[in-house]
């Protein structure tokens, strides 16, 4: 049940909060129709009408940071695979497994006994195992 509920619950904020924060975000205004005809803008707003999307700080950061990259390209490139072999690194010491083994003090013996084995006789196998490792106890 636990599961339904946050598998419901992020398909309604990727629904519904992540294009009105990306709407904000990234600072979409309306552009007037004179500009609009001038100029060769989308028309994807609502209603076919035209819209900017090269304001906001988010769109002007990411422009800024895209450009710098490309101007350092060789920087970027030499960054990235520091990152890839520290990560590689830092990964190879860490435990690999959802729930890590645990000793719960028991253990299990498989019999195989040839078949047509009475099953009275199986049962007296594993009496015997159990005999022998209370007399090695005292």
Do not use: N
Not at 33 to 51: F, I, K, L, R
Not at 69 to 93: D, P
Request: charged share 20%; hydrophobic share 45%; net charge positive.
């Amino acid at each position: 049940m636990a599961v339904l509920f946050a598998i419901a619950a992020s398909y309604l904020i990727a629904i519904f909060f992540v294009p009105v924060a990306a709407a904000r975000l990234m600072g979409r205004r309306d552009v007037p129709q004179a500009e609009a005809a001038a100029s060769e803008s989308p028309t994807d707003g609502p209603g076919g009408s035209p819209m900017r999307t090269d304001g906001g700080w988010l769109v002007g950061g990411y422009r800024r940071l895209l450009l710098a990259s490309l101007r350092f390209k060789w920087a970027v490139l030499g960054l990235s695979v520091a990152l890839f072999t520290v990560a590689v690194v830092v990964m190879s010491q860490t435990g690999t497994e959802l729930f890590p083994p645990v000793d719960s003090g028991q253990f299990t013996i498989y019999v195989r006994a040839p078949s047509g084995t009475r099953i009275e006789k199986i049962r007296g196998t594993g009496e015997g195992g159990r005999e022998r490792d209370r007399r090695r106890d005292r």
